[in-house]
């Protein structure tokens, strides 16, 4: 263990992973189940299980927007250990979500299939060569609709053949291993919801567009 992430919900610690089947170890971050602070909308305890949920499902779509989580016990327990991002200083993410910069539709379309409740600009993480990582996915999977992020810059428009593409493989995917794969992270009706919402989309084909019932941007927003 290296350190606390500072202000961090869930205290999320750094780590070193020392893998047997690597010579050098790696860093990472690792949140234990015992230390989540309880929600209203989520049932406690379930939140590492959601970030590794998520991880599948950017697998799935094949566009690795998720850095490799995986379900684990450490220090403090079971929990989710993910590989730590190291960011490009140079990347401005307030100007690539503000211009609706084009890497950042696919996490939009992500974002729609898990029902992201939490992506603030903070949570996207871009690294030297221009792909964009997603971290923080504790508060996905909801069956309500409450898709909450800073990523409405495409809202309405239609879906490329690439995005089409991608929602097309979780399709197929949730029919096979995935679908098995997330019974095992999830209730049984918000893998139902995750197909459901996954199916909605590809018919609509286009971009979410704000509901009514839910703020559509988190605060902060950065
Ligand atoms: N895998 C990662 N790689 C690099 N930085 C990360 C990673 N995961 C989280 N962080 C950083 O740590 C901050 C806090 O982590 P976060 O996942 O938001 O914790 P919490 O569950 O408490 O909200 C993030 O906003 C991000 O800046
Ligand atoms: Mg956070």
Known sequence: MLGRLPG???QALVVLVHHVELTEPFHAVYKATAAE?????F????LA???VAAFLVSEAMGWQLVPPTAHRDGPFGEGM???WIHPDPEADVVAMVLGADERLRRMAVFDAIVNNTDRKGGHLLPVPGGHVFGVDHGVTFSTVPKLRTVLWGWMNER??????????RVLTALDGNLGAELRT?????????TRRRA?????????PRPGRNWPAVPWPAF
């Open 159 to 168: 879906l490329d053949t690439e995005e089409i593409a991608g929602v097309e």
């Open 49 to 51: 299980r959601r970030e």
């Open 185 to 193: 992270l999830l209730a049984r009706p918000e893998v139902t919801a």
């Open 199 to 207: 199916a909605a989309l590809l018919k609509r084909g286009r971009f």
């Open 37 to 41: 602070r309880p929600l209203f909308d």
């Open 8 to 10: 961090s919900s869930n």
């Open 43 to 46: 049932p406690p305890g379930t």
């Open 81 to 83: 250990v993910q590989q």
